[in-house]
């Protein structure tokens, strides 16, 4: 039977708000395909209750929503026939066993509705009176719950005042047994005075046996002092020994590792899509806008730098959300390791903490205070790794060389508000399966890498460093990533020059006439 066509508005919308929030869910979990037709772009399990509602409601003339609120309104039907007709066969009236089953039922707000489903015709007056028994049982239930509490509350204060009964009950019952005991503790006493005068006597001829030992003890002592000086003797030669053997294991360990680690390949995703897909879902998570000019070019920008081997400058307030994203992504948690600087830091426990830290570590504020000469042999040795160098300002990157920017790729997400917040990450982790890769470079000049090379040259970039900027240019979209997030925030907060002041070709690409699709994007960002 089909109910939903004989239903006004206020009672479809009614029908829509009874409905379980968790059946709502499991049912556009189960056809997720439909949902997505109604809802695209998001999950079901996302969704508030009152969206759930809502999407039933906006869309009930789908087959898909019809036939869902269909079987549940005939699901509900079926359990009140069932229970009416067992009080039926009990003996009941029909006035009886309809106010023994309604204000039990998902109709109790809206009896007319439950009979104008069911096609049974009353008087309004009948329906009223109804509404108000069903109503008033319901009224008597909840009483009749209350009381019963209340009587609980009472028998447990009544248990409870009894256990306080026997408990001084038998308190006073052993306070009268420890006054029978004190009578022959008395007596006890007595005896025991007798003992210690026998016990005086025998002191005094074990005191003169004592006075003898003493002279022995000190005898043993003197030969112990002797003894002890020669063992610490001892052990301070096993000690040299001990540290010498240490030191050569040590060494031989640090070339063992030196050895297995040369041979490291940078790694990066099986499927490469699906690393993208998860990141997204991350970076959505912390509030990005997946519609925002920037959003596709962040993640595709992240899915190249990420897998080179290559470590990564980055501010440590963005540089903390962008890490737990890709972590989240990656390797199914969202804590990275992290070690801070400190003045007594060596270049061993930096090789140590790079070789003992799992997949994705990070270096915070060494820039600028580690001699970056004795670091960076130690980050080659770790090209499967995916390395962080956080620096609490990006103006401390401007004293160091810029040829240290030819072993590091430099990212600045600086302008994208969600990563510039501390936010709270709550996306269900993921792990991606990792291959060997050898990253690709383009060896052969296209007019894409001869308008970056044009514009370096005129922004002051090293030769060597325009050379290796170059050959990371594919295409146009490698171009504009690279723009957005490494050349353009590098002049603005490092040099701390307006680089559409500086560059003439940059204003013929992307100013305000260029060709450039993302023109109006750079020229917010940094033309202003």
Request: proline content about 2%; glycine content about 4%; hydrophobic content about 40%.
């Amino acid at each position: 039977m089909s109910y939903l066509p004989q239903l006004i508005e206020d009672e479809i919308n009614y029908i829509c708000s009874i409905i379980p929030y968790q059946d709502k869910i499991r049912y556009f979990n189960k056809n997720a395909k439909e949902f997505n037709k109604i809802r695209p772009g998001f999950r079901a399990k996302s969704i508030s209750e009152a969206e759930a509602t809502r999407l039933l409601i906006s869309n009930i003339s789908k087959h898909f929503i019809s036939d869902f609120i269909e079987k549940k309104i005939d699901i509900w039907l079926t359990q009140i026939k069932d229970h009416y007709n067992e009080r039926m066969h009990d003996g009941e009236s029909h006035i009886i066993a309809l106010l023994h089953t309604l204000p039990y039922s998902v109709f109790d707000d809206n009896i007319k509705l439950y009979f104008k489903l069911v096609g049974e015709e009353l008087l309004a007056e009948h329906v009223e009176i109804l509404g108000e028994a069903v109503w008033s049982i319901k009224e008597a239930d909840g009483e009749q719950a209350k009381l019963h509490e209340e009587i609980k509350v009472k028998d447990s204060t009544i248990v409870k005042l009894q256990s306080e009964l026997n408990a001084q009950k038998y308190a006073l019952n052993k306070s009268m047994d420890k006054l029978k005991n004190n009578a022959w503790d008395i007596d006890a006493l007595k005896r025991k005075v007798a003992e210690l005068e026998k016990i005086q006597i025998a002191a005094q001829i074990d005191k003169q046996k004592i006075e003898s030992l003493v002279i022995e003890i000190q005898a043993y002592e003197e030969k112990t002092k002797r003894l002890r000086k020669e063992l610490s003797e001892t052990k301070n030669n096993s000690r040299k020994l001990e540290k010498q053997i240490r030191a050569e294991l040590e060494k031989q360990q640090a070339i063992k590792v030196t050895v297995e680690q040369s041979g490291k390949n940078a790694k990066c995703p099986n499927d490469m899509d699906e690393f993208k897909d998860y990141l997204g879902y991350n970076f959505e998570n912390i509030g990005m806008s997946t519609g925002a000019e920037y959003y596709h070019l962040l993640t595709t920008h992240l899915g190249k730098i990420l897998f080179q081997g290559i470590p990564i400058i980055v501010n440590r307030e963005t540089g903390l959300n962008i890490m737990k994203c890709v972590a989240n992504t990656i390797i199914g948690q969202s804590n990275v390791n992290t070690f801070v600087f400190n003045n007594s830091v060596s270049t061993h426990e930096v090789e140590r903490f790079l070789s003992s830290s799992g997949r994705i570590i990070c270096l915070d504020n060494f820039i600028g205070n580690f001699n970056e000469t004795e670091l960076l042999p130690s980050l080659e040795k770790h090209r499967d790794k995916i390395i962080f160098i956080t620096v609490a300002y990006d103006r401390t990157i401007h004293y160091i060389s810029q040829e240290f920017l030819r072993y590091c790729h430099y990212l600045n997400v600086n302008r994208i508000k969600a990563l510039s917040i501390n936010a709270t990450l709550t996306e269900d982790p993921s792990k991606i399966a990792e291959i060997d890769y050898e990253p690709r470079w383009n060896k052969v000049e296209n007019r894409y890498s001869t308008i970056l090379r044009e514009i370096l040259q005129e922004l002051g970039f090293p030769q060597s460093l325009i050379e290796l900027k170059c050959v990371a240019i594919f295409d146009e979209q490698d171009l504009i990533q690279m723009l957005a997030f490494d050349i353009l925030p590098y002049c603005t907060d490092v040099l701390q020059i307006n680089p559409y002041n500086t560059s003439e070709r940059l204003i013929k690409y992307a100013g305000n006439a260029g060709r450039c699709l993302y023109k109006k994007l750079f020229v917010g960002w940094f033309a202003l």
